[in-house]
């Protein structure tokens, strides 16, 4: 392509060699070949449709994109740079396949609404895949969690010891998280899913052109409204953007807590070799690479999400060149966010173990239960508040005398409010202390199975 100006002939001259390379996108805009050849065949049906073109010249130029297709996918397709972007490389191919045909391939359309229509069909694609592996983590997080119902974990506030809770409990609220980036992302696709094709390069065409077809074509929900909106509106990236940041959150938090879990200081987890990683010179590790490289990862995507809104905000209509560089974040992100979702769900199905003996320890040797002996007074007409001080002084004496409150005698327990009996050690046993909390969306084991069955029906209904 180097012998050809792509410009019209009121270039005099070619591009300075550096300034091509730096103007120049195929080196990651071939990303969008598919979806450029499937948005190229839609419009080279709508012209023969609207008789812009014949019927026969309509043909030929699917026919020659589907050889630009075969040819990408078999690895004899190798646009350079001198293509500066895979609309061009994809038309000059075409061109030459199809002869003078070939050139009538852009008529009525620009490279904005062609971008930005590839871009669209390439998301689309992207949001079903990722939903698609979120129901898998939710999925692993529903195994893991039914094998550990009645298995208790320390329950944090301020990263201190709270109250224990179901270690199934714990899981669901992944499932939670992962449900609302679900949802989340079928909401962005509505807005991802609106056709740009046919806005040309900002003020519509003088062609006799049929948006609404090639919508249909290429299973838009709708088209845009007004042409300038249609070729520089990024909203739906900067949305997808966010969708993502939030998935990293919540894989970053639960990474977080597998780290700590995995430590020795706390020793909930046990990492498998197929997992994690060693050190090149202590012997003795056992790095939980797979999560900290996640929790890493998310700043990645938060960086892309500033990145796109800095670049659109000061964006005067329609299209500038600046929004070519909303791709490479966008690549990244997608990528990035599938690799951690595969990663994070291959740890929980087949890379730790839950160490259900050090857990049971761990929730008998605090003062987690400490608010169920405040609600057993208060349950016997003592005022809450009340019960809260006494038990806070409780708590105080018995830490000084190296006690728990499951050690003090019923002796300790009378001298301390008459309303005490022998029931008290039964109330603040862990697993009493879990049940107990059995209100809606609560701990208890009755809610737990209720919330496992809930979403189990959650997956079904939406999948």
């Not at 550990?148 to 506030?157: A, K």
Request: charged share 20%; aromatic share 8%.
């Amino acid at each position: 392509m180097t012998e050809q100006q792509t410009w019209s002939q009121r270039f005099e001259s070619a591009l300075h060699p550096a300034i091509a390379r730096f103007n120049a996108s195929i080196n990651f805009d071939i990303e969008l070949i598919e979806y450029d050849l499937t948005g190229s065949q839609a419009h080279a049906k709508m012209l023969a449709h609207t008789g812009i073109i014949s019927h026969e010249e309509g043909s030929l130029l699917v026919a020659g994109l589907e050889q630009i297709r075969q040819e990408y996918q078999q690895g004899k397709f190798h646009p350079g740079i001198d293509a500066e972007d895979i609309h061009f490389a994809v038309e000059h191919r075409l061109v030459e396949i199809t002869g003078d045909v070939g050139k009538k391939i852009h008529t009525a359309r620009s490279r904005n609404d062609q971008v930005g229509t590839d871009t669209r069909l390439y998301l689309r694609d992207q949001i079903q895949q990722i939903r698609s592996q979120l129901r898998e983590f939710q999925s692993v997080l529903l195994n893991v969690a039914e094998k550990h119902v009645e298995t208790l974990i320390p329950g944090y506030t301020h990263l201190q010891r709270a109250q224990p809770v179901s270690l199934a409990h714990h899981l669901l609220a992944y499932f939670q998280m992962a449900q609302r980036d679900w949802e989340r992302l079928g909401d962005v696709d509505h807005r991802v899913n609106i056709s740009p094709l046919g806005c040309g390069a900002l003020a519509g065409t003088t062609f006799p052109i049929d948006r609404h077809y090639t919508a249909d074509l290429l299973h838009f929900d709708n088209v845009y409204a007004n042409s300038l909106d249609g070729v520089s509106d990024r909203d739906f990236a900067i949305e997808f953007l966010c969708a993502a940041s939030l998935i990293m959150v919540h894989l970053s938090r639960l990474s977080e807590e597998v780290i700590l879990w995995s430590s020795q200081e706390f020793s909930f987890v046990t990492l498998k070799d197929s997992c994690a990683t060693g050190s090149s010179i202590m012997p003795q590790k056992k790095n939980p690479d797979v999560p900290e490289l996640v929790r890493g990862k998310t700043g990645r995507v938060f960086g892309h999400l500033q990145a796109m809104l800095v670049i659109v905000k000061g964006l005067p209509l329609a299209y500038n060149k600046d929004l070519q560089e909303d791709k490479e974040g966008l690549f990244d992100s997608v990528n990035t966010v599938k690799a951690c979702l595969e990663a994070m769900t291959i740890l929980l199905r087949e890379g730790l173990e839950f160490r259900t003996q050090r857990l049971a320890e761990a929730v008998t040797e605090d003062f987690s239960n400490a608010t169920d002996v405040a609600d057993y007074l208060a349950a016997r007409g003592v005022p809450f508040r009340e019960a809260y001080n006494l038990v806070g002084k409780v708590v105080k004496t018995s830490i000084a005398a190296g006690k728990l409150l499951k050690d003090l005698t019923l002796d300790e327990w009378k001298q301390l409010h008459p309303a005490f009996a022998a029931d008290i050690y039964e109330a603040i046993s862990p697993k009493q202390v879990v049940a107990a909390r059995n209100s809606y969306g609560g701990t208890g084991f009755a809610q737990v199975h209720k919330a496992l069955q809930a979403a189990h029906t959650q997956i079904n209904l939406n999948t």
